[in-house]
């Protein structure tokens, strides 16, 4: 085997993330996406020893496990790769993975809880960015998600099974618009032109609505007839928010340089377990809203009685967690790096009437040094990329009974956790949430203990 040879075989173990690996003449053999029990065509990328890196060109026969009858743009569309899969298959194929890479991390002897499947495993996303593009080069202005393995190919989603109907309602209405308006889209590789994205957020606990258009500044397009046609739409959510929003970055990133309010005002609230949260167009919320209340249950009940904790929120984004605990909190703190997040989270606690939370602004590792409580509890939310060694030190310095991992990214987990025991923390117990069902992505909550 070697480099551009161009090889079938039958996919083997799907592991986290959305890989696969298949031994292949005592080679591991590794591919972005497949799933077990496909045939495929690939060409091999890279080789080394007893290794190899390839690219799939054809999908040549199902898996015996595809039984589910996917949406119309499933292998076409970048997004949900295990769609074709029945849904208690995935929950079974991600459980495994979990603990696959904590085996191969030597960390065993903990209380493992399985995995917890999302109370909706279609129409679950309260948001969805979508860019504008065209499907072929020279074609009609489409507006969607990226085309599988292209960075340019944009397919307009109308038959997405992520979103309810107010989304593809938005969505198919506002490209029907815009087409004949003949307005240029936005090319990141010259950076001209006008249309860059649509952001819909709905709050599903409140049912409001929130249309973002984002245009550069390149044209002085009156928005006032697209904000008639929305609101003329026939929708199940009440529209409370139409924002026009001004990117000149060169990044293919939503960013604002400046924010119009079209319509209505400039967030959403939602309700998590009896609280309420205001939702700024920028702001971190998880995408998955009943799975959130079920992710931040599990976190509630591994803690338990805390009545008289004081509780440490890292990585709290707008507060959230920390806000859940709350109610039988001592006191709890929360740590955020991104100041317009920590603004958020103060103003969301002081909706709830929550008078012993405060949220501070700075880097996790430098910022609980400057704590004058120690605490109790500590809960870390971190990105995907994890905790950082220096601030696992830091945290385990404070020398807290208990503390509450929630992860996005078992890889960097199951990492973090090996760094956790060198400061006298041992795993007790491990519970999944599938907060992105038809796709390779799993939550994990773990709970550690001082026993050193």
Known sequence: MKRRDIIEFEVDKMEFGGTSVT????????????????????IVQKTKSGKADVKMMELLENSPIETQTPCKHFNQCGGCS?????????????????????????????????????????????????????????????????????????????????VDNDFISVLTSTVKYFNEKELPYYRTMSHQGYLRNL?????????????????????????????????????????VSILHTINDGLADAVQCDELRVLHGRDYITEEVLGLKF????????????????????????????????????????????????????????????I?????????????????????????????????????????????RPGVHKDAVRDISGFGAKEIVYISCNPRTLVLDLVEFKKYGYEVEKVKCMDMFPNTPHVESVVLLTKVL
């Open 199 to 239: 952001v819909v957020r709905k709050g599903i606990n409140t049912n409001e609505l929130m249309v973002n258009i984002v245009t550069s500044s390149q044209i002085d397009f009156d928005m006032a007839e697209y904000k008639e046609m929305l609101l003329n739409l026939e929708l199940e959510a009440e529209l």
């Open 278 to 337: 205001k939702i700024s167009p920028f702001s971190f919320f998880q995408t998955n809203t009943k799975g959130a209340e079920v992710l931040y249950s599990i976190a509630r009940d591994f803690i338990g009685d805390h009545s008289d904790k004081v509780i440490f929120d890292l990585y709290s984004g707008t507060g959230t967690i920390g806000q859940v605990m709350a109610g039988k909190a001592k006191k709890v703190y929360g740590i955020e790096i």
């Open 339 to 383: 100041e317009e997040a920590v603004k958020a989270a103060n103003e969301n606690a002081k909706l709830n009437g929550l008078s012993n939370c405060e949220f501070i602004a700075g880097d996790v590792g430098k910022t609980v040094k400057n704590l004058k409580d120690k605490p109790d509890l500590i809960i870390v939310d971190p990105p």
């Open 23 to 42: 031994k292949i003449e005592n080679r591991d053999v590794s591919m972005k996406g497949g799933i077990t029990g496909q045939r495929v065509k690939a």
């Open 82 to 162: 295990i769609l074709s899969v029945p849904y208690e298959k995935q929950l079974e194929i991600k459980e495994r993975q979990v603990l696959d890479l904590f085996l191969q991390q030597d960390l065993i002897g903990f209380e493992f809880l399985g995995i917890q499947g999302s109370p909706l495993n279609k129409l679950y996303r309260n948001k969805m960015e979508y860019t504008f593009g065209d499907e072929v080069k020279g074609g009609p202005l489409t507006l969607g998600l990226h085309k599988k393995g292209r960075h340019i190919d944009i397919l307009t989603v109308d038959g997405c099974f992520l």
